[in-house]
T-cell receptor
Framework: DTAVSQTPKYLVTQMGNDKSIKCEQN?????MYWYKQDSKKFLKIMFS???????INETVPNRFSPKSPDKAHLNLHINSLELGDSAVYFC?????????????FGAGTRLSVL | QQQVKQSPQSLIVQKGGISIINCAYE??????FPWYQQFPGKGPALLIA?????SEKKEGRFTISFNKSAKQFSLHIMDSQPGDSATYFC?????????FGTGTRLQVFP
């Protein structure tokens, strides 16, 4: 059973379209994250949610909107896609209060904007 | 101040050799320093982690050395194997988020 699962694994779309990426974790964690990994492999946090509440919102264009329907799910919706949005997007989860910020990552969604 | 600087960008090591990756940070509020391993097409996975009150942590062939006064930490992979070929990320954590280094691509040749 995959701990953190993302769908789809690949997403190819045209500029200007709107797309969503879904993430689910079955670890019982209360915190979930979205990261963006660019072509140079640089990994940068975008958002984090704790128990459905937005905790971290880095300087991300407001075309990106995360939504957490419950603590096991964190989806990412992207409006008006641009070429620069092409990247691999990772979802991760962790459990707050353990003293160790151990984050478990999904396998990633490779987004290609043409 | 929130950056974590990682070097080298890439590393080629012979099988059986020692791989060493270095990281440096500025923010003394960081309280947890993990290393993540990422294989192509996969997400990063936690390899080993250390707190700043400890100078060294070893798990199998992987060792973190931590120098609090110099604000530096490093990953040593002993007896490197071809299966260790991956991208390695150091990171530093304040309570709510991880700041990742820029990654080191390690290639271990037989």
């Amino acid at each position: 059973d995959t701990a953190v699962s993302q769908t789809p694994k690949y997403l190819v779309t045209q500029m200007g379209n709107d797309k969503s990426i879904k993430c689910e974790q079955n670890l019982g964690h209360d915190t979930m994250y979205w990261y963006k990994q660019d072509s140079k492999k640089f990994l940068k946090i975008m958002f984090s949610y704790n128990n459905k509440e937005l905790i971290i919102n880095e300087t991300v264009p407001n075309r990106f909107s995360p939504k957490s329907p419950d603590k096991a799910h964190l989806n990412l919706h992207i409006n008006s896609l641009e070429l620069g949005d092409s990247a691999v997007y990772f979802c991760a989860s962790s459990q707050e209060g353990t003293g160790w910020n151990i984050q478990y990552f999904g396998a990633g969604t490779r987004l290609s904007v043409l | 101040q929130q950056q974590v600087k990682q070097s080298p960008q890439s590393l080629i090591v012979q099988k059986g050799g020692i791989s060493i990756i270095n990281c440096a940070y500025e923010n003394t509020a960081f309280d947890y320093f993990p290393w993540y391993q990422q294989f192509p097409g996969k997400g990063p996975a936690l390899l080993i982690a250390i707190r700043p009150d400890v100078s060294e942590k070893k798990e199998g062939r992987f060792t973190i050395s931590f120098n609090k006064s110099a604000k530096q930490f490093s990953l040593h992979i002993m007896d490197s194997q071809p299966g260790d070929s991956a991208t390695y990320f150091c990171a530093a954590s304040n309570p709510d988020k991880l700041i990742f280094g820029t990654g080191t691509r390690l290639q271990v040749f037989p």
